[in-house]
């Protein structure tokens, strides 16, 4: 999969992308990223990448000709199956998004700033519209992170056995059961028996249960 990141602050997404299962991706050739600084393609004297509003009113809006010189390069070198704004009035992440994007060649990423971007490059650019929760942000740069993150778990390959994304809580609409590990007693407080019996039944009726007690607890909405 390759994922292009549009951005004014480069800087914000180097230390995701530079560690742990986002940097073996890259490594095993399962994920190539490319961040490229949309104030490089400003045909601006100073560089600017925004400019007040039309209309008047607070904050400063994101302008059409440096986001659309690189969008447009980028188009011309290859077919993008999505290009994906973050902001906060998207659709809200949630793992089927994320199944569905881990199926996708080519995503481009446009992180948002300021007040929001020109419409213009939202009706004639963008394909879809990603919010990571309900909240704002400084810009969409720390969302851009959550969704590749999220998404690059699920490519076939990047996470081995022991880590496999099948199991994570959400795949099934249900949150994950307790895990343990050794000391079986630590200050008194013990490991479930039945996760030292070695039955292997009993163990996976356990988790089930376990899981869907949590979920009705925690997050009766999945169960709907
Ligand atoms: N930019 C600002 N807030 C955001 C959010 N909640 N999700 C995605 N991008 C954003």
Sequence with gaps: MRIDILTILPDLLTGPFSDSIMKRAQEKGHLEV???????????????VDDYQYGG??????????ISAVIEKLKAERAYDEIIFMTPDGE???QAICNELSLKGTIMILCGHYKGVDERIREHYITREISIGSYVLS?????AAVLVD???RLIPGVLNDETSALTDSFQDNLLSPPVYTRPPEFNGWKVPEVLLSGDFGKIEKWREDRALERTESRRPDLLE
């Excluded at 490319?34 to 600017?48: A, C, M």
């Excluded at 009113?57 to 440096?66: E, L, N, Y």
Aim: glycine residues 14%; aromatic residues 2%; proline residues 3%.
């Design 34 to 48: 490319h961040i490229h600084n949309i104030r490089d393609y400003s045909t601006h004297r100073q560089k600017s």
């Design 92 to 94: 809200v992440l949630e």
């Design 57 to 66: 009113g607070a904050g400063m809006v994101m302008s059409i000709q440096p």
């Design 139 to 143: 810009g969409g740069e720390l969302g």
């Design 150 to 152: 999220s998404i690059v």
